[in-house]
């Protein structure tokens, strides 16, 4: 292949694209599209925030107790005391664990489930006039 043939291959012919392709209905599509995303992050980010608050709240709390936990096992004055409170820290620790995880997934479902339809929504009026005539 000569050097002039080659540099030809990577040129883009414009007139031969727009003929193919309605270049105003693209840019309301990618416009529209952008808007979307653009929502989707603000609502991401929102969501983003408050999972995060709430995690850092809850190891803080737990944190806290597990922290506290040596100290209540020094005060013990038996074995059977000692036992006692460590299989309820324990006991409590996975309980708060289970509640916080259905609590961050109860966060995330509301993201994902107005994600789909703002996409959809924006996207509708402007994919039929983007198609090749």
């Not at 040129?11 to 808007?35: F, K, Y």
């Not at 209540?72 to 289970?98: F, G, H, M, N, P």
Request: some cysteine; glycine content about 2%; aromatic content about 10%.
């Amino acid at each position: 292949m000569s050097k002039r043939s080659v540099k030809r291959a990577f040129q883009l012919d414009l007139s031969e694209l727009e003929a193919t392709v309605n270049i105003d209905a693209t840019t309301r599509m990618a416009h529209s599209a952008l808007t979307a995303l653009a929502e989707f992050n603000g609502q991401f980010f929102e969501r983003a925030v408050a999972f995060n608050t709430e995690w850092t709240q809850f190891l803080t709390r737990r944190f806290n107790e597990d922290v506290a936990l040596p100290q209540r096992l020094t005060e013990c004055t038996s074995a059977e005391e000692a036992q006692e409170i460590y299989v309820d820290s324990w006991t409590k620790a996975l309980r708060e664990y289970q509640e916080e995880f259905c609590r961050l997934a109860q966060l995330g479902q509301p993201a994902t489930r107005e994600a789909v339809p703002n996409v959809q929504k924006q996207a509708k009026p402007t994919t039929h006039e983007t198609r090749v005539h």
